[in-house]
């Protein structure tokens, strides 16, 4: 059985005849090509038992030997082999001897870095088997094995030295000089441009100290700097060590002697989970013990029945929702630790859309680039990067149409867009191809392998099982949270035992106490695929305890605000069915309140008792008020019942990015206030123009039309902030219309028109919480609804009603608390729904 001898850029592997060997570009094969035209397990070169035997594996652009395209072949020294292309793919050379092979290297631990691929998880290289100097720099950065040949042109780092990052090249390199200041930024006067819409136009500076000494200084930027993933404050300096590794956008920087060398992440990073367990109240474990490595430039899918922990592991690699046990690791780098930097490189596109479908696809991306890139970004820039994302997704042609006329696929083709904006390294999605029909189930499948292709790494989370064929790795979740499979998946269901996926699925719900992950880890295919991920080093860099992260905001709080307000107004605008109910329910609400007895003169007291010479109580005066105050209730909440929990998907998202929770909050409070407000104005009018009402008010003298209205209009505002409240609190939008029914009815009653309050001891005290009661009260001060509707026998006067300016100013200040509390409230409760990982 003759060793076989292949060369191929200059490096050689002698292969053993006792077992197969895998070419492709798997970072976890046996000889690895990081080529595109090479497929991701192209070929197979194994001992046929009397000859050496090259089989192709049905790869796209296959395997040739002469000029010939081949499936399967005996091989010989002197066969010359191109995968890819016939003429100019990968030349590998056969050869029959080992003499020139020093010592004999074990094919399943060659790096793949040789071919300039960061390892990742794979075991490390030997110091005379990095890469050269001369390699095509990559992004990112790994810990170095050993210490590294000095590079051309600079100096060498020997031991001692600054961590060299992987087996990747820094991409440029700046040479320093004592005294120097060295600016970075987006704008072409600086020392170091960096072209990255997430870096400021003047961004920040490196300024070598009198002591020899650098320090990084931030200059206003609006995503900010960071040292070893923690950011510097807006405007703030930080003097770097000889291992501190300093951000700016998609840039990362570290000084080697008098040297600056700068790795950019081009999206080619790799991705690793180790041991992540999710433990929930109750110490039940929802996600047990979950590891794998994602490499660079590949299509991960996860699977797996209800309850085995799909939407959880998304949320823990993610950072929305840390695992409590294991790490995170982004290219090396602790997510959980640096998540603040890290989540401008991090696309999620949820299950739901992100996006406002009352939006045509241009205007919906115009504010989300307006809101996720900096504030000193124009117009120009922003538009050149959502036409070029709109063209490579094409999407250009449907860019003037609303997201909501678009298909199924083509609104997922519209979120990936949003995410695509800030060129993202790592994109998850969850259920991308949920209701969609077959054919549109592989056209976003397609679209995730081409992203996966052109250089981002894309994990997805999906029930279909039809596309599976197109990804590179396949991970199976079992019932409880437990890894029961990762690899290749077209291995996966011989490796289960079953013929079709239904049955693998029905295995699971019927032996659910069957230790499935034991099995995984028992086999060959974890000794292959998974065994060594723990031979990960991360980045040993000083990183604080986890705390709550409180991202930098690309924009200021009035520019968030502005856009906010512009975007929420272009949607109320778009959804002709919302305005016209604006319209319609306070003239419907209003006009009700005319049918009660109408033409009489209800709101003053003509009437006089013979009996007692004292006025007769004027019932019907109550009724028309608690009409109008009821109406402004309902319209108030209405409102706003729905506005957070159809968005609460979209703010998530976006205030991961950077959003300031209190700007969105105050975007929805202004534009709902000032829609509920003039609602409450037209009841108000309506209500109040055709009654006979006093000449004189108690605060606007001749005005009491306008006097009575504010109550009635400040009541729709307070209404309305409950309605928030109702919307932040609930998980479902279908659980909001009993809640509003319920609140409305609330209001019925403790407004004091059906029955005196001011005598009912724990009663009274309870309607002070509610805003009716507060505004009735300041209608019936104007009125003096004390006289109008005298107490009865052995009642007192309610002291809320009193015909005062101080009773009046009390009852309306009142509400304006109440309004302020409710805002509170609601900004508590949005935080609920923020990635955990920016809370603790």
């Keep these: 059985m003759p060793e076989l001898v292949l060369e191929l850029n200059g490096r050689t592997w002698t292969l053993d005849p006792s077992r197969p060997y895998t070419l492709g570009r798997d970072p976890q094969g046996d000889i690895v090509l990081d080529d595109a035209r090479v497929s991701w397990r192209h070929a197979t070169i194994s001992w046929s038992g009397r000859s050496w035997v090259v089989e192709d594996h049905g790869s796209t652009n296959g395997t040739f030997v002469r000029g010939q395209r081949i499936h399967q072949l005996e091989i010989a020294p002197g066969t010359a082999l191109h995968l890819g292309n016939a003429t100019d793919g990968p030349l590998v050379s056969v050869s029959g001897t080992a003499a020139a092979v020093a010592p004999q290297a074990q094919p399943q631990q060659q790096p793949y870095a040789a071919q300039g691929a960061n390892p990742g998880w794979a075991q490390q290289a030997p110091p005379q088997q990095q890469a050269p100097a001369q390699q095509a720099p990559q992004a990112g950065w790994q810990q170095p094995a050993g210490n590294i040949p000095p590079q051309a042109g600079g100096p060498g780092v020997g031991a001692g030295a600054p961590p060299v990052y992987g087996d990747r090249s820094p991409t440029t390199f700046h040479q320093f000089s004592l005294g120097r200041v060295m600016r970075i930024g987006r704008a072409l006067d600086n020392e170091l441009v960096v072209s990255d819409l997430q870096v400021s136009r003047h961004h920040a500076e490196f300024h070598s100290t009198p002591d020899g000494r650098m320090e990084i200084r931030d200059l206003g930027s609006h995503n900010g700097t960071y040292v070893n993933g923690q950011h510097i404050a807006k405007g703030g300096s930080q003097l770097l060590g000889p291992t501190d590794i300093v951000g700016v956008g998609h840039s990362t920087f570290r000084i080697v002697g008098d040297r600056l060398e700068e790795f950019v992440d081009t999206g080619e990073v790799s991705f690793s989970a180790r041991h992540l367990t999710v433990t929930v109240d109750g110490g039940k474990q929802i996600l047990k013990d979950v590891s794998f490595g994602v490499p660079e430039k590949s299509l991960i899918a996860v699977i797996g029945p209800s309850g085995s922990g799909k939407s959880t592991l998304l949320k823990a690699l993610t950072g929305y929702r840390p695992a409590n046990q294991g790490d995170v690791l982004y290219d090396n780098r602790n997510l959980y630790k640096q998540f603040a930097e890290l989540r401008q490189r991090i696309g999620l596109v949820p299950q739901d859309d992100i996006l406002h479908k009352e939006l045509t696809v241009k205007k919906a991306l115009k504010y989300a680039a307006k809101l996720r890139f900096p504030a000193d970004t124009t117009g120009e820039e922003r538009e050149a990067r959502i036409d070029e994302v709109l063209r490579e997704l094409k999407l250009d042609i449907h860019k003037e149409k609303k997201v909501t006329s678009l298909s199924g696929g083509q609104r997922k083709r519209v979120s990936v867009a949003l995410e695509l904006l800030t060129k993202p390294s790592l994109i998850f999605l969850d259920e991308p191809t949920s209701g969609l029909d077959p054919g549109m189930d592989r056209d976003v499948m397609q679209l995730l392998r081409g992203l996966a292709d052109d250089g981002r790494t894309v994990l997805v989370v999906t029930h279909s099982v039809a596309e599976l064929a197109i990804c590179d790795k396949l991970l199976v979740m079992a019932p409880g949270g437990a890894v029961a499979y990762f690899g290749p998946p077209e291995e996966a269901l011989n490796f289960f035992g079953y013929d079709t996926w239904a049955d693998v699925f029905s295995a699971f719900e019927n032996y659910r106490d069957y230790d499935w992950a034991g099995r995984w880890k028992g086999s060959q295919h974890y000794q292959m695929y998974a065994a060594d991920i723990d031979a990960i080093a991360p980045q040993s860099v000083q990183i604080p305890p986890m705390q709550a992260m409180k991202p930098p905001k690309p924009q200021g709080w009035m520019s968030q605000f502005g856009t906010l307000v512009r975007r929420y107004v272009s949607v109320i605008v778009s959804d002709k069915g919302f305005l016209a109910l604006s319209i319609i329910l306070p003239l419907v609400l209003g006009s009700v309140s005319l049918l009660i007895d109408s033409g009489k003169d209800l709101l003053v007291n003509t009437e006089i008792n013979p009996n007692t010479g004292k006025p007769v109580a ?38 991961a990015t950077g959003l300031s929770r209190s700007a969105y909050l105050m975007s929805k409070v202004f534009v709902l206030g000032v829609v509920t407000m003039i609602q409450g104005l037209m009841v108000g009018v309506i209500g109040f123009s055709s009654r006979t009402i006093p000449d004189k008010g108690l605060i606007l003298g001749g005005q009491i039309l306008v006097e009575l209205c504010i109550p009635i209009m400040a009541l729709g505002f307070t209404a309305m902030m409950f309605g928030l409240i109702i919307s932040a609190l609930v998980k479902t939008a279908e659980k909001t219309m009993p809640l509003l029914v319920m609140f409305a009815i609330v209001q019925v ?88 990982v920016m809370r603790k």
């Design 749 to 836: 009653v403790f407004t004091g028109c059906l029955f005196p309050l001011s005598g009912s001891v724990g009663v009274n005290e309870l309607s002070y919480l509610m805003p009716s009661r507060w505004a009735v009260a300041a209608a019936g001060a104007t009125l003096d609804f004390n006289k109008i509707s005298p107490p009865g026998k052995g009642e007192s006067d309610d002291p809320l009603w009193a015909h005062t300016v101080g009773a009046w100013g009390m009852d309306m200040a009142a509400l304006i608390v109440l309004g302020v509390i409710c805002a509170f409230l609601v900004a508590r409760f949005l935080r609920r729904h923020e990635p955990e």
């Design 618 to 655: 004027n019932g019907t005066a109550l009724t028309v008020l608690l009409i109008l105050a009821v109406g402004a209730c309902f319209a108030g909440a209405a409102n706003s019942v729905r506005e957070l929990i159809k968005e609460r998907v979209i703010y998530e998202r976006e205030r």
